[in-house]
């Protein structure tokens, strides 16, 4: 089963915006950068898992198109 993960255009946007954050910036900003950046590659993870299994449950003739 091939399958190719594309990521979201919402999620590389909200990515490049976490990536703008400067390095001097106050500590509380950063810890809310790094929880939404982890909550961002969470989202992506989940959507390629979801992927994979619909692939898998339409190769299986589970699911019908």
């Known amino acids: 089963m091939a399958t190719q993960h594309q990521p979201s255009p ?20 950063k810890a809310t950068a790094a929880a939404a ?10 959507a390629a898992v979801r992927l994979v299994m619909a692939a898998g449950a339409t190769e ?5 198109a």
């Open 37 to 46: 950046h982890a909550t961002l590659v969470l989202a992506e993870q989940v």
């Open 10 to 29: 919402h999620l590389a946007t909200a990515r490049q915006l976490l990536e703008a954050i400067p390095d001097a910036a106050d500590p509380q900003v």
């Open 60 to 64: 299986n003739g589970k699911v019908t």
